[in-house]
Nanobody, 115 residues
């Protein structure tokens, strides 16, 4: 069983920065991929960024150059550093872990960017 605990999001002004973290329990050595998705108001959930066990990162075009996904040295924590935030980044952000082809999700944390 995998449990994901996300840090609290928050409200930030446009152009500001915020860092999210997610701590995963369970057999971390079997985690194939960790990352973040988000659901904006009235929209479907979408990929933000993922990072493989080998450290390869993948980003949505909308966040490239602004967001960075990092994996903690112990392998059980994933971070999302968000810079140059825009009102369009307002969403509930969900931590995601893939293990043996199964997706595990955090409860989500709200990030609000004001203009």
């Amino acid at each position: 069983q995998v449990q994901l605990v996300e840090s609290r999001g928050g409200m930030v002004q446009s152009g500001g920065s915020l860092r999210l973290s997610c701590a995963a329990s369970g057999d971390i050595f079997s985690f194939n991929q960790m990352g973040w998705y988000r659901r904006a108001p009235g929209k479907e959930r979408e990929l933000v960024a993922t990072i493989s066990r080998g450290g390869s990162a993948n980003y949505a075009d909308s966040v490239k150059g602004r967001f960075t996904v990092l994996r903690g040295s112990a392998g059980n924590t994933v971070y999302l550093q968000m810079n140059s935030l825009e009102p369009e980044d307002t969403a509930i952000y969900y931590c995601n872990v893939v293990r043996a082809g199964i997706n595990y999700w955090g409860e989500g944390t709200l990030v609000t960017v004001s203009s």
